[in-house]
C-alpha cells in the first residue's frame, strides 16, 4: 500500500492549497480517509475524515468551515482544500487509509494501517 501525498508549500496568511494524496495498492473505494497534521513538537492531530463513498465528512472544530476533504475513487485520490490559511495551521500533513471505525474512533491515528509521507505546509504571517 502506497499513500503519496502532495501539494503542500509556502503561503500567506488568507491563502489556499489544495493537498492530494494519490493511493495505491489498495481498493481504495472500500476505505474512509483521513487527514492528520503535527506541527513540530505537537502530537498528531486529527483533521478530517471522509467515508468510503464520500457521503459522509467529519473535520475538527479548527478547521471546520476552512477546509473541506472529498475525494474521486476513480482517480484513487484524497483531496484536502484549505482556505483561509492561519499561521496555527503549519504543520506536516499526512493522509490515512481506514478499514473501518465505529462512533468517533476516526478521531484516533490507530485505527488508520496505512499513512502517507506526509507534506509540508507553511503559512507565514
Known amino acids: 500500500v502506497q499513500l503519496q501525498a502532495s501539494g503542500g508549500g509556502l503561503v500567506q496568511v488568507g491563502g489556499s492549497l489544495r493537498l492530494s494524496c494519490a493511493a495505491s495498492?489498495?481498493?481504495?473505494?472500500?476505505?474512509?480517509m483521513g487527514w492528520f497534521r503535527q506541527a513540530p513538537g505537537k502530537e498528531r492531530e486529527f483533521v478530517a475524515v471522509?467515508?468510503?463513498?464520500?457521503?459522509?465528512?467529519y473535520s475538527s472544530d479548527s478547521v471546520k468551515g476552512r477546509f473541506t476533504i472529498s475525494r474521486d475513487n476513480a482517480k484513487n485520490t484524497l483531496y484536502l482544500q484549505m482556505n483561509s490559511l492561519k499561521p496555527e495551521d503549519t504543520a506536516v500533513y499526512y493522509c490515512?487509509?481506514?478499514?473501518?471505525?465505529?462512533?468517533?474512533?476516526?478521531?484516533?491515528?490507530?485505527?488508520?494501517?496505512?499513512w502517507g509521507q506526509g507534506t509540508q505546509v507553511t503559512v507565514s504571517s
Open positions: 495498492g489498495l481498493t481504495f473505494s472500500n476505505y474512509a
Open positions: 490515512a487509509a481506514s478499514g473501518g471505525y465505529s462512533g468517533r474512533d476516526y478521531l484516533a491515528p490507530s485505527v488508520y494501517p496505512y
Open positions: 471522509i467515508g468510503w463513498r464520500g457521503s459522509s465528512t
